[in-house]
């Protein structure tokens, strides 16, 4: 990318995180399903996952990430004239969880809405946003991932429950003029993609219109891992020939949570080095929309993540969707 036209980027000011405090560890499923911590962390990295506690809703995790964000970037609820919130586990079939979030922080302006595109939802999210805020539509947005996946796993299947979590992580964004070349601070590139031909490889088996139910989580885990790592090369790819980048001008790779072993493949695989990829599975297990933040705010509390790196977000979720965003930070 080397256009010298002005251009307005979509920068983050802050960011923010959410975990429930009760913790289920690895050793605490062997005592619910037949499996144990070994065959857990060899399949997947996972050591705990934090889960909502009764009565703890979406809405209230993401309203605390999202205050944390805020915090982090200075500014307060009402700078912000745009929330969205990545969610497939929302508090209602409506009203949205992102207009609950907006009443919980005292806002009376602006719009918020929810996006839904399963583990992809903050990078499907993180380009709507930037989308709105490129348009100069408006100024400051809230971008949240927010899940209780706890809510709707079957806690008999073992191929599933130790894999998923619950948590929320949140970004503040705002419109800044940039000249226009993969130098600039903000969103550089969003990639996003979808084919809804493998339903069946992940999903709920209920939802209002289909059973009137909420339904569980079911999953083909051999063909996810099949698809997921071949997806996830081919939107990074995307990324860097749209913005003149490679692998080796990385200075971050934080992907989706969901297992470290695609995790580690996937870099492997786009000749991005170890030491570049930022990894907090093992922590909290796979919380869908809100794993990208909970990792992007881990990494920029202890440092890792500093004022002008380059770092590339990809996920892949159910459906199938899957895409990447790269951004200068």
Request: proline letters at 3%; one cysteine or more.
């Amino acid at each position: 990318m080397t256009s010298n036209c002005k251009v307005l980027r979509s920068v983050v000011r802050g960011v923010g995180s959410y975990l429930p405090s009760r913790v289920l560890t690895n050793d605490d499923l062997s005592r619910i399903v037949d499996t144990s911590d070994e065959w857990i962390v060899q399949r997947t990295g996972i050591k705990e996952r934090h889960i909502a506690a009764e009565g703890e809703t979406t809405s209230m995790l993401g309203d605390k990430a999202a205050r944390a964000a805020l915090e982090n970037a200075g500014l307060s609820p009402h700078d912000i004239d745009l929330v969205i919130v990545a969610t497939s586990t929302p508090d209602y079939t409506f009203p949205s969880t992102a207009t609950q979030i907006q009443a919980s922080l005292g806002m009376t302006r602006g719009v918020a809405f929810d996006l839904q595109a399963v583990c992809s939802g903050f990078v499907f999210a993180l380009a709507t946003a930037d989308k709105f805020l490129r348009s100069g539509s408006h100024k400051r947005a809230l971008v949240i991932g927010a899940e209780t996946f706890s809510r709707i796993l079957d806690w008999t299947d073992r191929s599933t429950c130790v894999l998923f979590g619950d948590g929320a992580g949140a970004v503040v964004l705002e419109a800044s003029q940039g000249e226009g070349s993969a130098t600039d601070r903000g969103v550089l590139t969003t990639q996003l993609r979808s084919d809804g031909r493998h339903r069946a490889k992940l999903h709920v088996d209920g939802g209002p219109s289909s059973t009137q139910t909420v339904g569980h989580l079911r999953m083909e885990g051999k063909e996810v891992f099949r698809f997921a790592v071949g997806m996830v090369t081919g939107v990074v790819k995307d990324a860097f020939e749209a913005t003149g980048t490679t692998a080796e001008d990385l200075d971050w790779f934080v992907p989706h949570q969901a297992n470290r072993r695609i995790i580690d493949m996937s870099a492997a695989k786009l000749g991005i080095a170890p030491e570049k990829v930022v990894a907090t599975v093992h922590l909290h297990g796979n919380t869908s929309a809100a794993s990208i933040p909970l990792a992007l705010s881990a990494a920029v509390a202890d440092g890792r993540i500093r004022p002008g790196h380059l770092v590339m977000l990809e996920a892949v979720g159910g459906g199938f969707t899957w895409g990447a965003a790269l951004l200068r930070w």
